[in-house]
């Protein structure tokens, strides 16, 4: 193992702390700017699956940030983008680290592909003591393989629903949906009254139903709020064939042609938000809170018509997944040095940005940090009468580690088939419990009570610095 600084490359024998040490001295002396990095042409790839995440002109921000950074040290970036669906930015990012010579210095990395890619990609716990002392334990896990710190957390995101606010003060809701049963009764309704009002093709509920990592999200939070487990526990129990889980299977296929439309099941995450977004024929929809936040000030129509909440709940939780995107360092980056560089900066840059977020919003949006809305939300999921838990969970991807992917897609494959009529929940989950069985070697067993850790305890839903700032999904439910 070795870095490369400059043009000098630095190696040690994984025995020797001492020599260990010193490069990291020699590593921080550089970054603080004792020893300046030198303003010979180098330049930096980073290869970027958030590239088009962006609904707005912020895209171009973060290419000004990327010039920021090159006014600043001298150190060039190219900015690369990848293909649209999780499944294959992952495979695109694990041939670019494996082929060697040419590799992305820095590579986004999704929450779940740590397991997958650590053996590609640097330990950076060394470089980022302070940083992460300023970052959620939780998600800093999540980033992290065997101790090592396969990624720096970047953007965290968390799902949640989002609804039309004009619609549900048209059929007189005063809040929007807390649990799915809510959720279905106001979705069949808003549905009947828009057909009756002539929106012929208007549905209820629309969700990513196609064959990707997407569809594990949904189908996470409805299992899990229904208290069917986490596919795997953290345990290593694979707990997916279980009563719970199957009928949360069930419900969803049952939605399909009454609340959500037939073609949900081909709805890619970004075929569905523009479909919510812009031709306005649903009143509800399962997204990300962070294309939310980076769409909402300056998309008038969603400022104007559309607000965010907490996933529904289930009979025994209220379960959101966790996603987001950490920063790695390829093992075999001919410019470690200034690649590290660049990482720190962007994480440094983007909690500026969070800071200054936070201000707007708390100007701008009062409500967003009105702490009546939470405590209103916590006391209408606590009349629901059930003991609830509500917060943030993990997809199964550190204890599958690099088997996440298979898992996910064995999963994703069950799961698809059930909504399609394909075949029968209980059957589809017999043999896809054989299946985990197979791809990791683990035994089978119950769902794990465990509780998952509020969204509170994650702090912003978006951001480097998940610790500050704190607010959850259910503050920004008030109608205005
Ligand atoms: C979002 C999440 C990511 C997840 C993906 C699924 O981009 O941030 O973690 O894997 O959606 O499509």
């Given at each position: ?12 024998p ?5 020599a ?9 002396l550089i ?9 010979e042409?180098v ?18 921000v ?27 930015q ?9 082929q ?10 999704d ?19 302070t ?32 609804y ?7 059929y007189?809701?005063a809040?929007p949906?807390?649990?799915w049963?809510?959720?279905?009764q ?10 009756a ?10 969700w990513?139903?196609?064959?990707g990592e997407g ?10 709020s ?6 795997i ?5 694979i ?8 009928r949360s299977w ?21 075929d ?5 977004y ?8 399962r ?9 909402v ?7 104007d ?11 025994n ?5 966790l ?15 200034e ?17 200054a977020?936070a ?14 809305a939470?405590l209103?939300?916590k006391?209408s ?15 199964p ?14 999963y994703?494959?069950?799961?698809h ?7 029968r929940?209980p059957?589809a ?29 994650l702090g ?14 259910s ?6």
């Amino acid at each position: 193992m070795g870095l490369t600084i400059g043009i000098c490359k630095v190696s040690w024998p994984r025995s020797t702390k001492t020599a260990r040490i010193v490069c990291i001295l020699l590593f921080s002396l550089i970054l603080h700017g004792e020893h300046p990095l030198s303003k010979e042409s180098v330049t930096v790839t980073f290869v970027d699956p958030e590239w088009s995440h962006d609904l707005t002109e912020h895209t171009v921000v973060a290419d000004d940030r990327l010039k920021d950074f090159t006014q600043e040290t001298g150190i060039g970036v190219k900015h690369l983008p990848t293909p649209e669906t999780t499944l294959d930015q992952l495979d695109l990012v694990r041939k670019l680290l494996r082929q060697g010579s040419s590799t992305p210095d820095v590579s986004g990395v999704d929450v779940i592909w740590p397991g997958v890619l650590s053996e590609e990609l640097m330990d950076l716990k060394p470089y980022l003591a302070t940083e992460l002392s300023s970052i959620n334990a939780d998600v800093a896990a999540s980033y992290t393989v065997k101790g090592k710190l396969v990624a720096a957390p970047y953007h965290s995101d968390i799902g949640v629903l989002f609804y039309r606010r004009d619609l549900l003060r048209r059929y007189g809701y005063a809040t929007p949906p807390r649990t799915w049963d809510e959720l279905e009764q106001m979705a069949a309704r808003i549905q009947k009254g828009e057909r009756a009002r002539g929106q012929k093709d208007f549905w209820g509920f629309l969700w990513p139903g196609a064959a990707g990592e997407g569809l594990t999200c949904n189908a996470l939070e409805w299992q899990v709020s229904e208290g069917g487990g986490r596919i795997i526990e953290a345990d290593g129990n694979i707990s997916v064939n279980n009563p719970d889980a199957i009928r949360s299977w069930q419900r969803a296929a049952h939605w399909i042609g009454w609340i959500s439309p037939p073609f949900v099941t081909s709805l890619q995450e970004w075929d569905a938000i523009n479909d919510f977004y812009h031709r306005g024929t649903s009143a509800f929809y399962r997204g990300w809170a962070r294309t939310y936040l980076l769409s909402v000030r300056d998309i008038p129509s969603v400022r104007d018509t559309i607000a965010i909440t907490s996933i529904p709940a289930g009979k025994n939780a209220q379960a959101a997944t966790l996603g987001g995107f950490g920063l790695g360092l390829s093992r075999s980056s001919r410019h470690s040095a200034e690649a590290l560089h660049l990482i720190r900066f962007l994480i440094h840059r983007e909690i500026e940005i969070e800071e200054a977020r936070a201000d707007y919003e708390s100007r701008n949006w009062p409500e967003l940090y009105d702490p009546t809305a939470i405590l209103r939300a916590k006391r209408s999921s606590a009349e629901t009468g059930k003991q609830q838990v509500s917060g943030v969970v993990a997809r199964p991807s550190t204890v599958a580690g690099e088997k996440y992917e298979e898992v996910s897609r064995a999963y994703i494959q069950a799961v698809h088939s059930v909504l399609l009529g394909q075949s029968r929940a209980p059957e589809a989950a017999a043999s896809l419990e054989r299946e985990l069985v197979r791809i990791t070697g683990f035994k089978t067993g119950p769902p794990s009570r465990n509780r998952v850790p509020t969204q509170k305890s994650l702090g912003r839903v978006s951001g480097a610095r998940p610790a500050a700032a704190s607010t959850t999904a259910s503050a920004h439910d008030s109608l205005k």
